[in-house]
């Protein structure tokens, strides 16, 4: 286990505050004349205000009353609290004390505002600033969850990359929004979704609560981090280094400048690929597909934790063989948008699969340049 810090949602993860939340929300509706039935409203809850509103009553009613709406609802909030519990779930802290513990950095990372981390700790008797090293809210980023803003910058904050870091959350917002910050998601089944949800929503384990989380704590660090090494943001920009000097290589051949390694959980390289797409007329010859075939006696059943690290952003095609193949994670420089796939494909739903964390950006400025400089012919 790798893993360096463990990332918690508040709302309906640590604190039971998720039906307080819709029935704040409802209030709030109902005051400017909308009756939501709470159904409809625990749908959008783990999405911050900004998200929420729209989703339940449309963009024009949004542009409308969204900002009053939003300023209402904390007060409702913090009115329910005045005379509701809003315990920590069995084990909570204790699963907190235990990620210490074992020497992880605790992050609260939550779509509310920070003024609402004062009702919670009233309400709940527990001190929230002293249970994290940090805690990140919606006044540090510019959007709400399910965008990755708030884990992105909870990542941050800690000094560590993505793939040093593991998202616990109660909803499939939490999951999407660790998902797209590059972080493993671990689903808590303490809100409204169920565990087939979470899973497609990209957690790569689901619990039933604090207190089962606590008691498989050992196997859900794993399943989170199978890697020996830590990866590091250093050792991710080592690891594309390589894989730069092979997109070189390509270009010398008159290929697109792309290059990929496989690495093992040592981080020792043990494929490496550049595009051929061209030489052998073959369209599904990606830096990818021959990395794979290279380290095809090494991409065994059982294994979980190689490292894929190309200089452009996987496609469906490459993506879709990760997963097939149980890759850990997944690093890339440049994105690629026109075909870009670590966006488009969703979760597998076999046991032999595995759902790849997806870090981007990695040395990004290096490889967008050498790809520019390279497809325009100024090598």
């Known amino acids: 286990m790798a893993l360096d810090a463990l990332l918690f949602d508040i709302d309906g993860t640590l604190l039971d505050t998720n039906s307080a939340h819709v029935e704040a929300w409802r209030r709030a509706f109902e005051e400017f004349g909308y009756r939501i039935a709470r159904d409809r409203i625990e749908l959008e809850i783990g999405k911050g205000g ?133 972080v493993i998601g671990i689903g808590l089944l303490t809100g409204y979704q169920s565990q087939e949800t979470l899973l497609r929503s990209g957690a790569r384990a689901v619990f039933k609560d604090p207190a ?63 595009e051929q797409t061209k030489q052998g007329a073959d369209p599904t010859a990606h830096a990818e597909m021959l990395a794979f075939a290279a380290a095809a006696g090494s991409l065994t059943r059982g294994r979980r934790d190689r490292i894929l690290v190309c200089t452009r952003e996987p496609c469906v095609m490459c993506t879709g063989a990760a997963m097939q193949a149980a890759i850990d994670t997944i690093v890339y420089g440049m994105p690629a948008p026109a075909d870009s796939g670590t966006g488009r494909v969703v979760p597998p739903e076999t046991a032999d699969s595995q759902m790849p964390r997806i870090v981007g950006g990695v040395l990004e400025k290096d490889c967008s340049r050498l790809f520019r400089e390279l497809t325009q012919g100024k090598s």
């Open 50 to 182: 900004d998200k929420l509103v729209p989703a339940i009553l449309g963009e024009e009613v949004d542009k409308r009353d969204g900002d009053a709406m939003r300023k209402r609802q904390p007060d409702e909030f913090a009115r329910l609290a005045k005379y509701r519990s809003f315990a920590p779930f069995p084990s909570a802290m204790r699963l907190l004390d235990e990620a210490r513990s074992r020497n992880l950095k605790i992050a609260l990372a939550t779509s509310s505002k920070r003024a609402h981390l004062q009702v919670l700790t009233e309400a709940s008797g527990v001190d929230l600033e002293g249970a994290a090293d940090l805690i990140t809210t919606s006044d540090d980023a510019e959007e709400s969850k399910p965008a990755p803003d708030i884990v992105s910058a909870a990542v941050h904050k800690l000094g560590l990359s993505p793939a040093q870091c593991a998202m616990v959350g109660d909803t499939l917002y939490d999951m999407q929004s660790a998902k797209h910050a590059g």
């Open 212 to 274: 089962h989380l606590l008691h498989e704590l050992t196997q859900a660090l794993e399943l989170a981090s199978p890697t020996a090494a830590h990866l590091t943001q250093e050792l991710l920009e080592s690891l594309m280094a390589d894989a730069l000097q092979l997109a070189r290589e390509a270009a010398l051949t008159g290929e697109a400048p792309v290059g990929c390694i496989i690495a093992d959980g040592d981080a020792r390289i043990i494929a490496r690929g550049f």
